[in-house]
């Protein structure tokens, strides 16, 4: 059973800094593509970013327009963990994380987290 577990959403000042982590079981990470979600209150769920396989031990790295240059997103096979860093945080940030994965190859994501709230004040 896949099983996809976030952490590290809070409260911070605008500017501010945090790192979620994604940690997965039930699957062969290095074979799943990873990505991140947000949905703020009254808005559509949106896409972040999203690491996927380029070739045997390398990812493609993608990025949705507005966060990209501020967050980074990478992964550690071996801890079956994806990590968000987020630095320069504005209050437009502040929203539901969810961590999502699917098989590589797949179409859409099959599997997703529970969330984790990230509050940017200003």
């Known amino acids: 059973q896949v099983q996809l577990v976030e952490s590290g959403g809070g409260l911070v000042q605008a500017g501010g800094s945090l790192r979620l982590s994604c940690a997965a079981s039930?699957?062969?990470?290095?074979?799943?593509?990873m990505a991140w979600f947000r949905q703020a209150p009254g808005k559509e769920r949106e896409f972040v970013a999203a690491t996927r396989k380029s070739g045997i031990m390398t990812y493609y790295l993608d990025y949705s327009d507005s966060v990209k240059g501020r967050f980074t997103l990478w992964r550690d096979n071996g801890k079956n963990t994806a990590y968000l860093q987020m630095n320069s945080l504005r209050p437009e940030d502040t929203a539901v994380y969810y961590c999502?994965?699917?098989?590589?190859?797949?179409?859409?994501?099959?599997?997703w987290g529970q969330g984790t709230q990230v509050t940017v004040s200003s």
């Open positions: 999502a994965s699917r098989p590589e190859g797949g179409s859409k994501y099959d599997y």
């Open positions: 039930g699957v062969t990470f290095s074979n799943y593509a």
